[in-house]
């Protein structure tokens, strides 16, 4: 048999799977499918028959909902306007919803957005980011070398971000100059960082950042944050005695996995802070905080010592006083004159450290070497020979400087802790001195090629000659100085020294003799080849010369006395071995030929003359502009200077292939051509208008600006320009100029017209009502009028307030109608206070205010409920009988008559029980818990059940002795005047007495509740 209920998507021929029924005897098996109580239209089959769906059932189709949050901090004037915000932002999205709450501990607004695709939520979380969250311009660090990966290919990772936040992003151009960001180590984090920019709203702003952070996280496991703003006075404090401040540092808060490197001398470097990830920032906060702890607490001190003691005030004696006062010694550079002394510290550190500090200087001994005393007759040169001497083999101890000289002065000074050994070496090199007179003392020149040859292997001839009591010091090697200084040192026997000196003067001019295998060649290469030929750090001319001891001068730069020509700025002078001049001279020419024919190819030259009020457009910002055609064509630009009237030209010389520079040339003179067209106009725009103008994220003006090719400056603070804050600059061709005038005009017309405004004043007292409950009736007024209403802040103590409309006209006209007339009514009113007795208030305002939205209407007042809590309020002070009624004078007065009624109507009301069955306490009161009409309006009387939360409070019923058997949850309360109450106890009675007969036929019922109804009329 078929079965009798076939599923709704089941299709002809398609297996049913069906459970068995169990079969009753006597009963037929085809069921009666007309019978309306087996199977009711709207119920649902309780059949145990399990029907399975065939295989070639659709599938259910579920919406899916997407879903963002956003949390923001908002201020109270925000979150006044906070729901006309929202329906602005839900008109511009109608797609999705937007649900707001705000948390009083936190302070923060949470938002939750909900849409049916994923481009509708984003786009109504970004306007109401747009519409909530404040400008801010965000900085942030990056590897060099990850620039490229933020920007991607063509700029798509940096435009996508963009696109998605609304922000502008600044990533400062890739530079010649810019070296690999790597550290020794190799380590990206370590090396070249640049700092990227990021402006528009906070929210928006974080979500960028946030996001080119993630980029950077995929290719570096740690990061690296560079405090360069830190003073360099800082660092020893921050290191600590012997680093241990640092150490502590990244062992706490850094947790061992964050290294801290702060530069040692106090140069102008940055703190380098690298490592995890989490904890980095961490570390970076601490070292803040330290440092603008340090700011606010130390103070300095200074005073003046010898320049010589100051080298005891460095190295461990600054630890020692670092590590006991917590001050730091401040010493100026060696090389300057100046002997003051600053310690850095506590201001209570201070005297301490300052007494360390004299006690190390003062604790050294300085023995002083007058050489002027010693050679009374000696000229100037024999003392620069001796100090040149001195330099080199003066007695040393560990524990003993020495210091020479400077200047002319001519004293030499001893220094050490230990006044024993200053005194000893002092003694010696006095004892030095004047053994060394100048007959003792001789220069002769030789070729300083022959140096090495003079020195010998191992250096064995200057070991001779030292053995003989002559020092032989040479000039420093690459200088081409020929001056050899010989020192006689065994005596003042001036004939003994003279014999020696000669002696040793010819053994080394026999030395040079035998290497005389030199050559000189002196040629001439163009000046401007000469970098050429040097390269880099002089790289170029040392792979020439190679390992062959060689001297190449050019330019003059160095005097070779064995050239008996004049030297100019193009000469080129090679002497060294013959075989290797003849090579090095061959290279050198042949790298001028080529750098010749390169500048034939490429030394093409035109010259253009520039106005020179046009150059600062023509170079761009940082020479991007020249940057750039360098790069795409090839040309080297060299732009003169201007002789201060900039009106005058300023020729610009380009140089490369001749291709080339017509390509550059035709630029620039197109570009200037442009300059010259250019015009600038000034139109006056009030400052409130500047933002309507700009546009989200500067959209309006960026699209006028690429439309007319023109420039668009509104004024700022800190702004360099002469505009006035009402005026705004377009500066281009003199069409696009016209155009985009004309366009800015039309829009600030139109905004004027739509963002007219009006600020109007609200006293404090009707402050509230025009505001309504949690801002009911502001709302309203804007939904109304369509006006925007916004709080203006007020000076602390004024007794009103202000609200600042927007928008057309016409709105803002009917917004103020609808606010006027708020106003006037609260002026209108009056305030009452009536004196009702306290433990009267809870029952006058009742059950959710129920029994006091009873009695103002009853008094004529409006059947608006959400009304009434501003006409009547009771005072929250326990004792206080003060009811105040602010509303008409003439409703004010009907309220307050009505109140004073119902307060003597229950100052002579009773309070009787009555034994209710559970079952009847339902029919004791109508549906929805308001007292029986007939009982309370007729008769004032009112019933309360004992699950009312007012039922405690009505008080002890004068029949509480009849009442001892009944149980408590059974007995009903009935308060009014004694006649009613009695009246209503007897007809309670007889509704209990009418329930309690047997039940009844139908008929029987409906005359039961018929007379029920007479009892109630």
Request: one cysteine or more; glycine letters at 6%.
């Amino acid at each position: 048999m078929d079965d009798p209920f076939p599923s709704l998507n089941q299709t002809s021929g398609a297996d049913v799977d069906v459970a068995p029924q169990p079969k009753k005897p006597g009963k037929s098996l085809q069921p009666d499918i007309t019978s309306e109580d087996m199977f009711p239209s709207l119920g649902a089959s309780r059949s145990s028959a399990r029907i399975s769906a065939p295989k070639t059932a659709a599938p259910m189709i579920q919406r899916v909902m997407h879903q963002t949050t956003v949390t923001m901090h908002l201020s109270d004037e925000q979150l006044l306007r906070l729901s006309s915000l929202l329906q602005r932002v839900q008109q511009k999205c109608r797609s999705v919803k937007i649900e707001a709450s705000t948390m009083r501990k936190t302070g923060q607004t949470k938002f939750i957005i909900k849409g049916s695709s994923e481009s509708a939520v984003q786009e109504a979380k970004r306007e109401l980011a747009v519409q909530l969250a404040e400008r801010v311009t965000l900085t942030m660090l990056i590897p060099a070398s990850l620039r490229a990966f933020v920007i991607g290919a063509g700029g798509k990772n940096i435009r996508s971000i963009t696109d998605d936040t609304g922000v502008r992003i600044h990533i400062p151009p890739r530079t010649e100059e810019q070296t690999p960001a790597t550290d020794e180590s190799g380590d990206l984090l370590l090396g070249e960082q640049i700092e990227i920019t990021i402006e528009g709203d906070s929210f928006n702003a974080q979500d960028a950042q946030a996001r080119i952070q993630e980029i950077v996280a995929e290719r570096t496991s740690k990061i690296t944050q560079r405090l360069t703003h830190i003073e360099p006075v800082f660092f020893p404090f921050l290191l600590g005695p012997e680093g241990a401040g640092i150490a502590a540092l990244t062992q706490t808060i850094g947790k061992g996995e964050v290294s801290v490197k702060v530069p040692a001398q106090r140069e102008r470097a940055a703190i380098v802070v690298s490592g995890e990830r989490s904890l980095v920032p961490l570390v970076v906060q601490a070292i803040d905080a330290q440092v603008d702890d340090m700011r606010r607490s130390f103070r300095t001190i200074s005073f003046n010592i010898s320049k010589r003691q100051h080298a005891f005030l460095v190295g461990e004696s600054a630890s020692d006083i670092l590590a006991k006062t917590q001050c730091s010694i401040e010493l100026p550079p060696s090389n300057e004159p100046s002997e003051a002394v600053t310690i850095r510290g506590p201001q209570s550190q201070l005297p301490q450290a300052l007494t360390a500090a004299i006690e190390r200087a003062n604790a050294v001994a300085v023995e002083t070497i007058d050489l002027h005393a010693m050679h009374a007759d000696a000229d100037a040169a024999h003392f620069r020979h001796l100090l040149r001497w001195l330099g080199t083999y003066a007695p040393r101890e560990d524990s003993v400087q020495v210091f020479l000289p400077r200047t002319d002065e001519g004293h030499v000074e001893v220094v050490s802790e230990d006044a024993d050994a200053a005194r000893r070496i002092a003694q010696a090199i006095e004892h030095q001195l004047r053994l060394v007179t100048p007959p003792c003392v001789r220069i002769m020149e030789v070729d300083p090629l022959t140096h090495g040859f003079i020195i010998g292997k191992k250096a064995q001839n200057l070991k001779g000659y030292e053995a003989r009591g002559v020092d032989v010091m040479l000039p420093p090697e690459h200088s081409g100085r020929d001056d050899v200084l010989l020192v006689y040192r065994r005596g003042k026997d001036a004939e003994e020294a003279a014999n020696v000196l000669d002696d040793v003067q010819n053994a080394i001019a026999s030395a040079a003799a035998a290497a005389a295998d030199l050559r000189t060649v002196h040629f001439s290469v163009p000046r401007k080849f000469h970098n050429v030929i040097r390269g880099t750090d002089g790289t170029v001319l040392n792979a020439l010369i190679g390992e062959d001891r060689m001297l190449v001068s050019m330019g003059g730069r160095i005097p070779v006395k064995t050239v008996s020509e004049p030297l100019t700025e193009d000469s080129i002078v090679v002497r060294g071995p013959c075989e290797a001049v003849a090579r090095v001279v061959a290279q050198i020419q042949q790298m001028a030929r080529d750098a010749e024919q390169d500048s034939i190819e490429n030394g093409f030259v035109e010259e253009i003359q520039v106005r020179g009020s046009y150059l600062p457009h023509l170079i761009g910002r940082g020479g991007s502009n020249l940057i750039k055609l360098r790069e795409e064509l090839g040309v080297r630009f060299d732009v003169g200077s201007e002789e201060g009237d900039r009106s005058k030209p300023v020729p610009v010389r380009i140089t490369g292939r001749k291709e080339c520079v017509a390509v550059a040339k035709e630029r620039l003179l197109a570009q200037v051509e442009r300059l010259a067209d250019e015009v600038l106009q000034i139109i006056q725009v009030p400052v409130e208008m500047h933002g309507a103008l700009i546009g989200q994220g500067g959209k309006y003006v960026l699209r006028l600006q690429d439309k007319y090719d023109v420039r668009i400056h509104f004024p700022h603070q800190g702004d360099s320009t002469t505009l006035k804050p009402n005026e705004v600059s377009i500066r281009g061709g003199r069409k696009g100029v016209a155009a985009a005038r004309a366009e800015l005009l039309e829009l600030l017309e139109y905004e004027k017209e739509n963002n007219y405004s009006e600020t109007i004043t609200v006293s404090e007292r009707a402050m509230p009502r025009v505001l309504g409950r949690a801002g009911a009736t502001i709302n309203r007024i804007r939904l109304e009028s369509g006006a925007l209403i916004d709080s203006v802040k007020t000076s602390n103590g004024s007794s009103s307030k202000k609200l600042k409309l927007r928008g057309s006209k016409k709105a803002v006209a009917a917004a103020e109608s609808m606010i006027n007339a708020i106003i006037a009514e609260v002026e209108s009113e009056a305030e009452l206070f009536v004196p009702i007795p306290p433990e009267f208030h809870p029952h006058m305002i009742g059950a959710g205010g129920q029994r006091l939205h009873e009695l103002i209407e009853k008094a004529g007042g409006p059947s608006d409920i959400t009304t009434h809590t501003q006409m009547v309020r009771f005072p929250r002070e326990k004792g206080n009988a003060n009811v105040l009624v602010r509303a008409p004078h003439d409703l004010a007065n009907r309220i307050a008559d009505v109140l004073k009624a119902e307060a003597a109507l229950m100052a002579n009301r009773v309070v009787y029980g009555k034994k209710v069955p559970l079952r009847l306490h339902s029919q004791m009161v109508t549906r929805g818990g308001r007292r029986h009409s007939p009982w309370q309006t007729d008769l004032s009387v009112q019933i309360f059940l004992p699950n009312w939360r007012e039922y405690p409070t009505i008080g002890t019923p004068e029949n509480a002795d009849e009442l001892q058997d009944a149980e408590p949850p059974s007995i009903v309360k009935v308060v009014g005047p004694a006649e009613n109450v009695l009246q209503v106890l007897d007809e309670m009675q007889s509704i209990i007495d009418a329930s309690s007969k047997p039940r009844k036929t139908r008929a029987q019922r409906e005359a039961m509740d018929a007379r029920i109804d007479d009892v109630d009329r």
